[in-house]
């Protein structure tokens, strides 16, 4: 007869469950719990004490604890259900974040189609959890053909008990292990999944359980909230003013009733116990993380191809289109850049005539010296104290006979220059009279030099030529330098 193994995945304790069908019902062979180390070997250890290790098992399920799942509530356009796994795929990314790539990932619609906008839960199993249980199970020696939750399990088994819970929409209230899971169940199906604490009397708090029923009915819009349906627990003895109307499902006396073995806390297997009915009995999962729903189990569309069509004529008149705005941006440009330059060319032409008279300007002032200023300072220079000085001695006296003053050629040499010819009583007086007559302003270019066998006091006689500068770039009383006024 086929039988079922399900190891119950939780975050303090793992469980194993083993079914087998017996007739037109189960039988249930073991329950068994034990806490979860970090050890791979959790499962394997189990198994080992409970005999379990040495059974054969026509399939092996995993169910997992709602609180090591992320769920999420997505809104996608409207579209055929055959595009609704890539939208979901793409959508939970950037819900739950990049960087995750080996989690675990499945969905339940809720409501949705061509024309109206999709509502899906999305339950994900991060890597994290989903490595640690593959580790533990291969330890074991075991291959898990499905990873299903353990609340939907639950609440399936309540659906299968109570078959009025198939259709309407209904909260379960699901106790077991020292917490509780909250279920919204819509027609048969999973569609807000929560998990709290529970109270010392082993059902979730009054506060947990209306916050609970008004996230529901947000969900739900129009559609009513047919009631609370309390799972294993007695409402009467733990919801003083339940807020709604509740009823009463025995799962703890369902399980008791087909297990050999008594059990403490037998809420805490409705899940594992769920799944294996629902697999023995041939019956679709809510929620397979092994087994998630794609687009290739629907019919085959020619939408998504008409889309991608479409988006790459859009993409490519977006492209013809911004191409086009650029260029007639850089024309626009263009115009105002040529008619700026041709305002300035009429500037610049209305201007013309007054800079070539500058230019002349220019051209006369850079040749203009000041030549009486030149004379006076190259007087004082030949002679700086009057004849009767004794300070200044008779063999440095020079002698000028001839003085050329000219100006030079224009802009590009400035200033004039004076050509000098004289005579000396000894060639050491040139030097001085060169030392005197050059300063920042001046420069003295030594000519010919010769001196004669005939006697006489100036018997050396020389040529220099002296530059002078423009006037303009000449410090006013430079040229009382060194002398008397």
């Not at 679709?284 to 687009?295: E, F, K, M, T």
């Not at 041709?342 to 032409?349: L, S």
Request: aromatic content about 4%; some cysteine; charged content about 25%.
């Amino acid at each position: 007869m086929p039988n079922i193994l399900v190891i119950d995945w939780g975050r303090r304790h793992v469980r194993a469950v083993a079914v087998e069908s017996a007739g037109s019902d189960v039988r249930i062979v073991k329950l068994a719990t034990a806490d979860r180390s970090e050890s791979p070997t959790a499962v394997a250890e189990l198994l080992e004490q409970t005999g379990l290790a040495k059974g054969s098992f026509s399939k092996v399920l995993v169910s997992v604890s709602g609180d090591l799942m992320q769920f999420r509530r997505l809104k996608l356009p409207p579209g055929p259900a055959a595009e609704l796994a890539p939208m979901v795929e793409l959508q939970a990314e950037r819900e739950f974040g990049a960087g995750d790539e080996g989690a675990a990932l499945d969905f339940v619609p809720v409501r949705g189609d061509d024309t109206i906008p999709h509502e899906v839960l999305v339950a994900r199993l991060p890597t994290v959890e989903r490595a640690a249980i593959e580790k533990a199970c291969a330890a074991a020696g075991l291959k898990p053909t499905s990873y299903l939750l353990r609340p939907v399990g639950a609440a399936s088994l309540a659906s299968r008990i109570n078959p009025a819970l198939s259709s309407g929409a209904h909260v379960l209230i699901l106790p077991g292990g020292g917490e509780v899971d909250l279920v919204l169940w819509e027609d048969g199906l999973p569609t807000l999944v929560r998990r709290a604490p529970a109270n010392a009397s082993g059902a979730v708090s009054q506060g947990e359980l209306r916050r609970t029923v008004s996230t529901a009915r947000i969900q739900l819009g129009d559609r009513p909230l047919d009631g609370l349906i309390f799972c294993g627990c007695d409402p009467v003895a733990t919801q003083s003013d339940p807020p709604l109307e509740s009823s009463f499902v025995d799962i703890d006396g369902w399980i008791e009733g087909r297990s050999s073995e008594a059990i403490d806390d037998t809420g805490q297997y409705a899940g594992a116990v769920g799944v294996a009915v629902a697999e023995l009995a041939g019956e679709p999962h809510a929620v397979d993380l092994l087994n998630p729903r794609s687009s290739e189990e629907e019919a085959p569309s020619q939408r998504p191809k008409i889309l991608a069509a479409a988006a790459a004529v859009a993409l490519l008149l977006g492209g013809a289109w911004l191409a086009y705005a650029r260029l007639t941006q850089h024309d626009a440009e263009t115009a105002n850049v040529r008619s700026e330059l041709a305002a300035e060319e009429k500037v610049i032409e209305k201007f013309s005539p007054m800079r070539v008279r500058a230019d002349a300007i220019d051209e006369w002032l850079a040749t203009d010296v000041a030549w009486l200023n030149e004379l006076e300072r190259l007087g004082r220079k030949l002679r700086p104290q009057v004849l009767e000085s004794k300070e200044f001695l008779a063999e440095t006296d020079v002698l000028v006979t001839g003085l050329t003053a000219t100006a030079r050629g224009g802009a590009k040499e400035t200033g004039g220059q004076i050509e000098l010819k004289g005579a000396a009583r000894d060639a050491d007086a040139l030097d001085d009279l060169e030392r005197e007559l050059r300063d920042a302003d001046h420069q003295v270019q030594p000519g010919a030099v010769a001196t004669a066998d005939t006697p006489g006091l100036y018997r050396t006689t020389f040529q220099a030529t002296l530059t002078a500068p423009p006037a303009s770039t000449v410090v006013p009383g430079a040229a009382n330098e060194g002398g008397q006024p």
